[in-house]
């Protein structure tokens, strides 16, 4: 998600004042679109470095390793995830950072209220990535209450973007279905045809989140909202996209870790505290995320030179 964030960042505040940062090679377009650096966040001290030498003022901390992957390899979770974020938090205290810092859904478990979830419920989540969401959302909350860190959370529903390849999450599935759409012409869904969830298009990801980042801090009453834009079902997403390619195909093989993280997570998330403080609104529905995502799949893989259906 870090690459299209900075794109929109460089835009309002110019290219050579937005740095990216990863520990993986960059493809040659994201290498030449502004600056970049190598950054691990479990290098405390050269992150420091970068701090100090670039004058940085604002920190997006992204990094982590999403639900599905996160079950398959605790460890490096717990590493990426907790000390990666105790790294990022100590640091953005020390230099005076506004710190944004996303959460997601899986912040919430079996027991949270799931339709919709507020704000301020029970979390108590069964991964190892929900565990370091709300282990993040209440450093984040006690720093600030304490020392005045400038901590700002979103909890995003599922991402679906053309340029954000699966990253190991729960919700990859419906990103998966419209290259699968376009490709072969036939979708192996990982989750029951009626598992429902909160979604959202990239562009209003990213623009939730440099509104919130620009909002006055007088205006925040939380630091950790929901925000959302929609949720569907597979059968509902691969309904929408049969509008405009009727012979998709989806088959349903469900995977049993990924079901039951789903089956864990908020159905709809209640973002009425977004709406009222900052003027959080999201622009896409379901309808016109699949007209976008097809058109935007469609021209990539024209680009790639690979067929289309
Ligand atoms: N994609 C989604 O649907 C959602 C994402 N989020 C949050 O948004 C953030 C970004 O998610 P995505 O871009 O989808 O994930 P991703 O898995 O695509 O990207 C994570 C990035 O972290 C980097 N990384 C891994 N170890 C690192 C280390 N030691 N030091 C520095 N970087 C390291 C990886 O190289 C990768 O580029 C995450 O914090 C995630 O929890 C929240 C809700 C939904
Ligand atoms: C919703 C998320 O946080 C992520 N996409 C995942 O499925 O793990």
Request: proline content about 7%; charged content about 20%.
């Amino acid at each position: 998600l870090g690459v299209g964030l900075a794109d929109m960042l460089r835009k309002q505040y110019g290219t050579e004042n937005v740095i990216l940062s990863d520990i993986k090679k960059p493809p040659p377009n994201v290498y030449s679109s502004g600056p970049f650096v190598y950054a691990d966040v479990l290098d405390y001290k050269h992150l420091r470095e970068l701090i100090i030498n670039n004058r940085i003022t604002w920190l997006v901390h992204y990094s982590a390793l999403l639900s599905a992957v996160g079950e398959a390899n605790v460890a490096l979770a717990r590493k990426i995830n907790i000390t990666g974020l105790h790294n990022v938090l100590d640091l953005a205290l020390e230099h005076c950072l506004r710190l944004f810092v996303p959460s997601t859904i899986g912040a919430f478990g079996p027991s949270s209220p799931r339709d919709p979830a507020p704000d301020l419920c029970v979390q108590r989540p069964r991964t190892i990535y929900g565990v370091s969401k709300v282990h993040g959302e209440l450093m984040g909350e006690y720093l600030h209450h304490k020392y005045g860190l400038d901590f700002r959370c979103l909890r995003y529903p599922g991402v679906i973007s053309v340029n954000t390849p699966p990253g190991g999450g729960t919700t990859d599935y419906a990103v998966q279905i419209f290259h699968d759409a376009l490709s072969t012409g036939h979708h192996v869904c990982y989750l029951r045809p009626d598992t429902r969830l909160p979604m959202m298009h990239i562009s209003d990801c990213h623009r939730a989140t440099i509104e919130f980042m620009q909002s006055p801090e007088c205006q925040l009453s939380l630091r950790t909202y929901n925000i959302a834009a929609m949720s569907f079902t597979p059968e509902e997403v691969a309904q929408e996209i049969r509008k405009h390619l009727p012979h998709l195909k989806v088959t349903y093989n469900p995977d049993s870790v990924r079901q039951t993280i789903a089956d864990s997570w908020p159905i709809r998330f209640d973002d009425s505290n977004a709406r009222r403080d900052w003027g959080w609104a999201p622009a896409f529905g379901l309808e016109e995320l699949v007209a976008d995502m097809l058109r935007s799949v469609r021209e990539k893989r024209t680009d790639e030179g690979l067929p289309v259906r």
